[in-house]
């Protein structure tokens, strides 16, 4: 009986080592997942500032583009206003100011190849200009 008692006491204190051994593992497995998640997350994280930071500059540079886009056609529009004036056009009834002609420039006229001294005139626009407004 004494026997059978003691291989009891053996077997039980193997079984509980065993145990201990697998809650081990699995504690230290549970650790290795956080901390690999830990790492997950930071990465994103970090993936997520920097598309934000992108995502503002690339939207600041939209806004200057715009504002330039702007000032522009502004631009293009006084000049062609300009030289329909200097064509000596004047506004049709669709409310263009001469247009329709301006493949065929007079000879005395803006447009004319011999009168390039408007072209050396530069039209430039720049983001310190734009939101003085």
């Known amino acids: 009986m004494e026997e059978r008692k003691r291989k009891r006491m053996v077997s039980n204190r193997e079984s509980a080592r065993r145990s201990r051994m697998r809650k081990r593992k699995q504690l230290d497995d549970l650790t290795a997942t956080v901390t690999r998640l830990q790492k997950q997350n930071h990465d994103i994280v970090t993936t ?25 056609s502004h631009r293009l529009e ?12 004047c506004d049709d009834h669709n409310g263009n100011a001469g247009l329709d002609d301006f493949n065929e420039p007079a000879v005395d006229s803006f447009l004319n190849p011999l009168n390039l001294a408007y072209l050396n005139q530069p039209i430039m626009a720049s983001a310190d200009n734009l939101f003085r407004f």
């Open 78 to 89: 006084s000049l062609n206003e300009i030289v329909g004036f200097l064509n000596g056009d």
């Open 48 to 72: 997520i500032n920097f598309a934000a930071q992108h995502l503002l500059n690339v939207e600041a540079e939209n806004s200057v583009l715009r504002a330039q886009l702007g000032e522009l």
